[in-house]
């Protein structure tokens, strides 16, 4: 014998059922634009059913159903897919990195161009050469005067451009270090939050997808690590170093170091040093990538400096000449020496610090152009000149000095071997980058297909549940017809 409600209780489960249903596709559609955000879909499940019941329990085959109800609110997320993410979104990291330095040290020595250092260093030994056609032109002195301050300034300036690179890289590694423990003090803040809702049986699927936002940015900068642990919770290791366990995080900061004036990063109080991800690629333009052309422009700076000053210190210029001396007078010399002595025989040590000698800019006629054992009248005397025109030309053999070169070569080729090397690294750079891109995004899509909203879906789902709705309505309203019918109609013959 059934009941004679049952029907008013199956038909109210389904009403529930169903509006819990609608309120998740409506939760679904206001989401479809927020970061990170996975869809949820309500999982039903018949509620266990009854024998039928009787005076005499009769059997009768099955079971008397009782209806459905939302047995979970499930999280479309798979986390193969997540995984597959954060290392490929690591190698973009440290590719980006790589690429962003390069192209702005590729900026910064902007060859080939009519305005960089090859070119004003190709004019220089230019005007040397149209000196030699006459050492008495003051004119031609001018331009051997004014093409050698342009190539100092463009040393100069180079130089100052690329530590401002090497300097904002430290900036960079400062604020990123500082996002990289924010992110894990709010990994930590929501494993709190989770740990406490879950051992109540809720589903917070929200605060998950927060948490995966946040684990997908962390590893743009770093290698991680993520594991579950208990009531939902996550522990995070970089590179294998415990960073995020349970409610706490271990600091992770970038820390001054007094010897070489830069940023070293720490985690948990000890040093570390990331081998992969954003970070990674920052510290090795900042310490291997700016430094190396730093260095390469300074033995350039001085090799070139020093060549031109031996052979002008042995030349004799017009003052010589008329004052009947040899000053013994270097071409170019370093910015710290000009305080004591402005002829000092001090040569520049490095790209930044080549100056033109203040005797030669006081006076043209300090150029020497020629030799004191010339043969021929020393004022007409085009030898020194025509020595310091063929610098462009001469080779020089490698040494093991601090500013030696590492390969014999012409001064001319060393400088294009390295803006060569720069751009072979830049173009490789590129690629990778882009070929990482290409993996993140395949890979991101894949994600998108699973856990992407869909308007479109959505409004397909919201139609059936509403219709499902609808249908349970008028079942319940086909019930207390009935019930109205035995309550109000029934025992009434012969009244």
Do not use: C
């Not at 309550?487 to 009244?495: F, K, Y």
């Amino acid at each position: 014998m059934r009941s004679t409600f049952h029907g008013i209780e199956v038909s109210k489960r389904g009403l529930f059922a169903q509006q819990s249903a609608l309120n998740t596709t409506g939760h679904n559609i206001a989401n479809a634009n927020t970061e990170g955000y996975s869809r949820q879909r309500v999982n039903m499940q018949a509620t266990t059913g009854l024998p039928y019941v009787g005076m005499f329990q009769t059997i009768e085959p099955g079971l008397l159903g009782t209806g459905v109800q939302a047995d979970s609110i499930q999280r479309l997320r798979e986390e193969f897919l997540d995984i597959q993410y954060r290392n490929e979104y690591k190698r973009q990291g440290y590719w980006d990195a790589r690429t962003e330095t390069l192209e702005k040290v590729e900026g910064i020595m902007n060859e080939p161009s009519d305005t960089g250092l090859q070119k004003v260093m190709d004019q220089m030994w230019q005007a040397w050469q149209d000196l030699a056609k006459d050492p008495t032109d003051t004119s031609a002195r001018a331009v051997v005067r004014e093409r050698s301050k342009a190539v100092a300034d463009t040393f100069n300036t180079t130089y100052k451009h690329l530590q401002e690179v090497q300097t904002d890289l430290d900036n960079v590694v400062n604020v990123k270090a500082m996002e990289i423990n924010s992110i894990g003090q709010q990994l930590a803040s929501l494993n709190n939050q989770i740990s406490n809702v879950v051992p109540h049986g809720y589903q917070p699927n929200d605060l998950y997808d927060q948490r995966d936002v946040l684990l997908d940015k962390l590893s743009k900068l770093v290698d991680i690590k993520a594991t579950q642990s208990t009531a939902g919770m996550v522990n995070v290791t970089i590179e294998g170093r415990d960073f995020v366990t349970g409610i706490t995080s271990q600091p992770f900061a970038a820390v001054q170091n007094p010897l070489t004036g830069v940023s070293d990063l720490t985690l948990g109080g000890a040093a570390f040093t990331p081998t992969s991800g954003y970070m990674a690629g920052t510290l090795e333009s900042r310490d291997q990538i700016v430094p190396n052309i730093l260095k390469r422009l300074d033995v350039l700076a001085v090799n070139l400096t020093k060549e031109i000053n031996d052979i002008h210190r042995a030349g004799v210029s017009l003052s010589d000449i008329n004052n009947g001396t040899v000053q013994d007078l270097p071409f170019f010399v370093d910015t710290t020496a000009l305080a004591g002595n402005a002829a000092t025989k001090d040569y520049p040590t490095g790209a930044l610090r080549i100056t033109i000698n203040p005797e030669i800019t006081k006076s043209l006629d300090a150029i020497a152009a020629a030799k004191p054992e010339a043969t021929s009248t020393p004022v007409g005397n085009n030898e020194t000149a025509l020595a310091i025109a063929s610098i462009k030309f001469k080779v020089l053999a490698a040494g093991t000095g601090p500013n030696d070169l590492a390969e014999s070569s012409t001064l001319d080729n060393y400088y294009r071997y390295t803006i060569s090397q720069l751009g072979v690294d830049a173009q490789e750079a590129t690629r990778n980058q882009a070929n990482s891109e290409m993996l993140v995004g395949t890979v991101d899509n894949q994600r998108q297909s699973v856990s992407g909203v869909s308007i479109d879906d959505e409004m397909a789902e919201m139609v059936k549940y509403q219709h499902a709705y609808s249908a349970s309505a008028r079942v319940m309203t086909s019930m207390d017809e009935i019930l109205d019918k035995v309550i109000n109609g029934m025992g009434r013959v012969g009244l």
